[in-house]
């Protein structure tokens, strides 16, 4: 049974840079037929996708914070990560990892959702 | 972008009711859309996708309907363990979820 599992520094600083591992455990990071994700959650702005690391190295992440994000996949650790730069206090909330599943829809693009997630980590922006 | 409108924010009901929530989308999305439920403290956790399709493991007492603009996630008969807070998502243009419909107890 695949689990995901979050981890990282409950506390970052302004204007530093956020980093989070997911840990994938009983199963393999390099699974071909979905992928993973990030997505967090404030309690002011509720449920925010942040983006997606498919199993071809290609990412899609949510345009309101492209800029600052990049994302990586480490197969010897069986583990994918997320990078937020120059993050402020309105990135504090709870970060989870999940997996996605696609299939092609009746239009252009695919239907995506998230069948497995991790259990999130607060993560907190103050000097 | 997709603007996606859960109604109710929230309700209060008891338990063995009938409980509809719904998902508004502007442009509509076809059957672009997810429901999930979520517990205080916990990730949420898949019910239905692509519209009206049950998850693994989800009880059927939960089903899902709609395409284009109008959505509705139905509970036919509410117990305990569902009260929660439900979203919607949709994957149409980018990725976006609905702000969200919290179930009381009655």
């Known amino acids: 049974q695949v689990q995901l599992q979050e981890s990282g520094p409950g506390l970052v600083k302004p204007s530093e840079t956020l980093s989070l591992t997911c840990t994938v455990s009983?199963?393999?990071?390099?699974?071909?037929?979905?992928?993973w994700a990030w997505i967090r959650q404030t309690p002011g702005k509720g449920l925010d996708w942040i983006g997606n690391l498919y199993h071809s190295g290609k990412t899609y992440y949510n345009p309101s914070l492209r800029s600052r994000v990049s994302t990586s996949v480490d197969t010897s650790k069986n583990q994918f990560s997320l990078n937020l730069r120059s993050v402020t206090a309105a990135d504090t909330a709870v970060y989870f990892c999940a997996r996605g599943i696609r299939i092609d829809g009746d239009h252009d693009g695919t239907i995506d959702w998230f069948d497995l997630w991790g259990q999130g980590t607060l993560v907190t922006v103050s000097s | 972008d997709i603007q996606m409108t859960q109604s109710p924010s929230s309700l209060s009901s008891s338990v063995g009711d009938r409980v509809t929530i719904t998902c508004r989308a502007s442009p509509g999305i076809g059957n672009y859309l997810n429901w999930y439920q979520q517990k205080p403290g916990k990730a949420p956790r898949l019910l239905i996708y692509?519209?009206?399709n049950l998850q693994s493991g989800v009880p059927p007492r939960f089903s899902g309907s709609g395409s284009g603009t109008d959505f509705t996630l139905t509970i036919s008969r509410l117990q305990p363990e569902d009260f929660a807070t439900y979203y919607c998502?949709?994957?149409?243009?980018?990725?976006?979820f609905g702000g969200g419909t919290r179930v009381e107890i009655k």
């Open positions: 009983g199963g393999s990071v390099n699974r071909g037929t979905d992928y």
């Open positions: 692509a519209a009206s």
């Open positions: 998502q949709q994957s149409y243009s980018s990725l976006t």
